[in-house]
């Protein structure tokens, strides 16, 4: 099977910056995209931003600009650099990884267990 390990995550003032990374390890043939989503109080869990394992990048409106996702494919990890950050980046960042995990078989997500972000005022 595939884990799925985040770190990074912790409390941190408004304004201020964090580095969350993601490790994808175990019975992989190849990964395809890896994401991070978060989920805040009351909300649903969204996409904040992605990357492709050609290094194609996406993010939602509100990480544009203060937001970076990096791969590095050798290292089968995923990293989101939060600069500026705001309360309302207080959330909950997992980590989806869609990998593959035989030759030819299809291609499945697989999520970590999730690091906490709180930003204070």
């Known amino acids: 099977q595939v884990q799925v390990v985040e770190s990074g995550g912790g409390l941190v003032q408004a304004g201020g910056s964090l580095r969350l990374s993601c490790a994808a390890s175990?019975?992989?043939?190849?990964?395809?995209?890896m994401g991070w989503y978060r989920q805040g109080p009351g909300n649903p869990r969204e996409l904040v931003a992605s990357?492709?394992?050609?290094?194609?990048?996406s993010y939602a409106e509100s990480a544009k600009g203060r937001f970076t996702i990096s791969r590095d494919n050798g290292k089968n990890t995923v990293y989101l650099q939060m600069n500026s950050l705001k309360p309302e980046d207080t959330a909950v960042y997992y980590c989806?990884?869609?990998?593959?995990?035989?030759?030819?078989?299809?291609?499945?997500?697989?999520w970590g267990q999730g690091t906490r972000v709180t930003v204070s005022s």
């Open positions: 989806n990884c869609n990998a593959r995990i035989q030759v030819g078989g299809p291609s499945s997500g697989y």
């Open positions: 175990g019975r992989i043939f190849s990964i395809n995209a």
């Open positions: 990357v492709t394992s050609a290094g194609s990048t």
